[in-house]
Each structure stands twice: as structure tokens, then as C-alpha cells.
């Protein structure tokens, strides 16, 4: 299956149960096409205002899916457009995942946890520094 395909078959009007899958499909295939991503993206933003449910909540995934990180925007509008509180929901995570830029690799979590040692030794040492302040003004 093409992009082509899958957008033919995401379109409005064909059958419910296959849009989704379609939607999803294209989210999948984007990942291999960097050049096209930009396009894909807006396509899938505009999935985000269909009126079928799954679709919009296919479509916030697939965006996350390609890390379209310039329809942010288009997330934010569904979330607060969005009635069903399992769409909102949807919509405001593919939008922080989007935000924060997507998943995080190993390396990227232990430079954040070796960054928290380092913020709680440095905390430690102000401390001290302010115990050693404090005695050494206090000597006469």
C-alpha cells in the first residue's frame, strides 16, 4: 500500500473502519519519507476537524507518529474543540509529546538524571558554603 492508496482510503466517504486504519497507515509510511513529512503532516492536521471520532484520535496519533512538531498547533485547536474527553485527552498528549520532541532515547535520560545528581550536589554544596560563611564571620 502507497500513501496515495492509504490517503484514498482515509478520504471522507469511504468506510468508516478503513479511515481510521488508513489514517494510522500514513503515519506509519511517513516515517520513511522525510521529504514528504511536511505535507503528510498538514494532511493529517486537517484530519484532526473530521467529524468521525476515531479518525480525529487516528490522526493525533499518526502526527505523533511522523513527530509533525509544526501542527502542534492543530492538536491545541482539537483538544479545546473536542467533546468527547478521550479525544481531549489524546489531542493534549500527542501535543506535549510533539512539544517535548517526541521519545526520549536512553542517552537522553541518564544526561537528565546524571543532570539531577549534579543539581543536588550543588545544592549540597551551597550549603556548606553558607555553614562556613556563616562560622567564619561569627570569628573574631
Not at 478503513?18 to 516515517?31: D, E, F, P, T, Y
Not at 473530521?50 to 484520535?57: A, E
Not at 485527552?89 to 549534579?118: N, P
Request: with cysteine.
Amino acid at each position: 500500500m502507497c500513501i496515495r492508496d492509504s490517503l484514498a482510503a482515509a478520504a471522507y466517504g469511504a468506510p468508516a473502519q478503513a479511515r481510521q486504519v488508513a489514517i494510522g497507515a500514513i503515519g506509519r509510511l511517513g516515517q520513511y519519507f522525510e521529504s514528504r513529512k511536511k505535507t503528510l503532516g498538514e494532511t493529517l492536521a486537517e484530519f484532526t476537524n473530521d467529524p468521525d471520532f476515531r479518525v480525529r484520535i487516528a490522526a493525533a496519533n499518526a502526527l505523533v507518529t511522523i513527530r509533525a512538531t509544526d501542527q502542534v498547533v492543530a492538536l491545541d485547536q482539537m483538544a479545546s474543540k473536542e467533546l468527547d474527553g478521550r479525544g481531549v485527552r489524546t489531542a493534549r498528549e500527542a501535543a506535549g509529546k510533539l512539544r517535548k520532541g517526541g521519545e526520549t532515547t536512553a542517552e537522553v535520560k541518564a544526561l537528565r538524571e546524571d543532570f539531577e545528581k549534579l543539581r543536588g550536589q550543588n545544592g549540597e554544596l551551597r550549603d556548606k558554603l553558607e555553614r562556613l560563611e556563616a562560622l567564619t564571620s561569627r570569628a573574631p
